[in-house]
């Protein structure tokens, strides 16, 4: 019985640290406004694009990076970009982008925030360039 508690305490300790390693790094779900407002007061954003290139053909934010939730090497594609700056996730409706905003996340990005509510056509109507 003594070393049940054993192997369960450990348990728990290794999940408290693994929680806490992770304490820094979150997705900040925005609205489309919130999302702008953000992404417009922080220098050097990361804007990424996550639909397929088909779509990114159609129209595109200029300042985007197109990273295709699609490719089968997104993460491989995202770790080009700087882990400490902000980075800023889109697609067209917003199912995608925090799928991917997830992801990088779990990657190691320290500072993820994913449009939702809203996509491509809705920062094209607020004059994102």
Same mark, same amino acid.
């Given at each position: 019985?003594?070393?049940?508690?054993?192997?369960?305490?450990?348990?728990?300790?290794?999940?408290?640290?693994? &929680?806490?390693? *992770?304490? #820094?790094?979150? %997705?900040?779900?925005?609205?489309?406004? +919130?999302?702008? =407002?953000?992404?417009? @007061?922080?220098?050097?954003?990361?804007?990424?694009?996550?639909?397929?290139?088909?779509?990114?053909?159609?129209?595109?934010?200029?300042?985007?990076?197109?990273?295709?939730?699609?490719?089968?090497?997104?993460?491989?594609?995202? &770790?080009?970009? *700087?882990? #400490?700056?902000? %980075?800023?996730?889109?697609?067209?409706? +917003?199912?995608? =982008?925090?799928?991917? @905003?997830?992801?990088?996340?779990?990657?190691?990005?320290?500072?993820?925030?994913?449009?939702?509510?809203?996509?491509?056509?809705?920062?094209?109507?607020?004059?994102?360039?």
């Amino acid at each position: 019985m003594n070393k049940l508690k054993q192997v369960v305490f450990g348990l728990f300790f290794g999940l408290a640290i693994i &929680s806490c390693s *992770d304490a #820094n790094s979150q %997705v900040n779900n925005l609205n489309l406004d +919130g999302f702008v =407002s953000k992404i417009n @007061s922080t220098p050097k954003a990361q804007l990424i694009d996550v639909r397929t290139p088909g779509e990114w053909a159609q129209g595109k934010i200029g300042s985007s990076n197109l990273i295709s939730i699609a490719d089968p090497n997104f993460i491989q594609q995202a &770790s080009k970009l *700087d882990k #400490n700056k902000p %980075v800023f996730v889109y697609c067209a409706v +917003g199912g995608r =982008s925090a799928r991917a @905003s997830s992801m990088l996340q779990q990657a190691g990005f320290k500072q993820v925030y994913n449009l939702t509510g809203a996509g491509y056509s809705g920062l094209a109507q607020k004059g994102m360039k």
